[in-house]
């Protein structure tokens, strides 16, 4: 960012709901269905059709907007919202304006030690529109999304960069996951959201002119645009002292963000409440029902993991951060005298293999884990040997601490076979020992070396190094025959 000047941002999530059937209507909303085959005279468009609400899509709303700390209206409307698009049959979209179902939320974000709270104005209720589908003969459109049930979340102006606005979204993403209000599958649409962003003097409290960037459906995407569109404000406003209000789409190919259209304004939608559909109210016997069915969210499900398993805060940040990570690691660290050593395994190695996937997967089942994390928890196996058996592991099944005793991987303890090695490496190698009580203490490290070297690197290094430094300590550096520990 330019000396001088804040990024100011704000998000519109739209969030399909995971309902069987339509906002208004009763045609399912499976995903990926032949085109224009889920569709009625509701959803259609078509004269003569009559919307009725879906109860379950109310609900999952308040749910939603339990989660992120917001209040819930007694009284809310729909609303008729005006604009001429070819995905939207009706030429208007039923959504809420002046009483939204939720309001007055906030989402906490931890950006690694600074936390950050960001407001949520709204949520509110809404159908979806058509899809259009481009092809070299023309645009057509399949109407099968029309009506599908969203809640758009609407942010306070309180971010302030791409990364940011990216880790607001994977948080909001987990805690809607957690509540099971939508699959979130931004390939599929379920998850994507609209940028309002501008720019103005560090410090001052006043909004600048700003832009929209329209149908962002990757945490990446965000980021890159956000950057992007910063940068382009920046040099507009330094070429021609203004900014221009507009909507503009990102283009990851070209890597740069184009005009769409003149950005409107909420005057120019036109809404009024909806004629065909009723004020509707929730009652506070029906909110508190919904708040007993919240389920544990990423925040506490942190806390908890830290609190149970003696975890660090990033280590509990990552095994929250990945749908599927938690819930593996505690099925292998429940029964286990090591959780750290679990945790250390499952993000170090088996989150690594996994690659990009939303949801985590591994073919390692939790029992062999658990059976290796014990292995080297107690020091039988060193870390080097835990990760060559652990990366087998994803490849076949087997018992590691079989395969480790057949292939003579175990370490070894033993302070009687270990004192005779140190005998033999100070023996070998008197100089080194030379340096070492003169004061070159670089020479410990050779020795060490070739411990290591001659038991194959199965010794236990903690009390193999003990045991050395004790040997050198000894006058003279070779009274080391009978080397016990104290």
């Given at each position: 960012m330019q000396e001088g000047f804040e990024t100011v941002i704000g998000l519109e999530v739209h969030v399909e709901l995971n309902t069987a059937t339509k906002i208004f209507c009763a045609c399912p909303t499976v995903f990926g269905a032949p085109p224009n085959t889920?569709?009625?005279?509701?959803?259609a468009g078509l004269p003569g059709g009559l919307p009725s609400l879906n109860r379950a899509a109310v609900e999952k709303a308040i749910l939603a907007g339990l989660a992120l700390h917001c209040e819930i209206s007694e009284r809310c409307l729909m609303d008729r919202k005006q604009y001429f698009y070819p995905d939207l049959p009706k030429a208007y979209q039923i959504s809420q304006d002046r009483d939204p179902v939720c309001k007055n939320g906030y989402l906490d974000l931890q950006m690694g030690e600074v936390s950050r709270r960001i407001g949520i104005t709204r949520i509110h209720l809404e159908e979806d529109a058509g899809k259009l589908i481009h092809t070299e003969a023309g645009t057509l459109v399949d109407y099968n999304r029309s009506g599908v049930p969203l809640i758009e979340i609407v942010t306070e102006p309180d971010l302030r960069d791409g990364a940011e606005a990216a880790e607001f979204l994977r948080e909001l993403r987990r805690v809607l996951l957690a509540c099971g209000v939508s699959t979130c599958k931004m390939q599929e649409g379920a998850l994507r959201c609209d940028v309002n962003l501008s720019i103005r003097p560090t410090g001052v409290a006043w909004l600048g002119e700003r832009t929209e960037i329209k149908n962002l459906n990757s945490f990446t995407f965000v980021e890159k645009a956000i950057s992007l569109e910063t940068q382009r404000q920046l040099g507009e406003l330094a070429e021609t002292g203004a900014v221009r209000r507009r909507t503009v789409r990102y283009l990851p190919r070209q890597g740069r963000t184009e005009p769409m259209r003149k950005k409107v304004t909420a005057a120019e939608y036109r809404f009024f409440p909806d004629p065909d559909l009723r004020p509707f109210r929730i009652s506070p016997e029906t909110v508190e029902r919904i708040r007993a069915e919240l389920p544990e969210l990423p925040a506490q499900k942190r806390e908890r993991l830290k609190r149970d398993y003696g975890l660090s805060r990033s280590v509990a940040e990552v095994l929250v951060s990945r749908d599927g990570l938690a819930e593996y690691f505690e099925e292998t660290a429940k029964f286990c005298a090591h959780p750290v050593v679990v945790a250390n395994l499952t993000i170090n190695e088996l989150l690594a293999l996994a690659g990009e996937e939303e949801t985590f997967?591994?073919?390692?089942?939790?029992?062999?884990?658990?059976?290796?994390?014990?292995?080297?928890?107690?020091?039988?196996?060193?870390r080097a040997v835990a990760k060559r058996l652990l990366h087998r592991l994803t490849e076949s099944d087997f018992s590691p601490r079989a395969v480790a005793t057949e292939e003579a991987l175990l370490q070894i303890s033993d302070p009687v076979q270990i004192g005779a090695w140190i005998a033999s490496v100070i023996r070998e190698d008197p100089r080194s020992v030379s340096d070492y009580q003169n004061g070159r203490k670089n020479a410990f490290r050779a020795l060490q070396g070739k411990l290591m070297k001659m038991s194959g690197g199965r010794v236990e290094p903690a009390l193999a190094e003990r045991m050395l430094l004790e040997a050198l300590e000894k006058k003279g550096g070779t009274e080391c025959t009978n080397m016990l520990p104290n």
């Open positions: 889920l569709c009625c005279p509701v959803c997967s591994t073919k390692v089942r939790s029992c062999r884990l658990r059976e290796l994390a014990e292995m080297a928890g107690n020091g039988e196996v060193n």
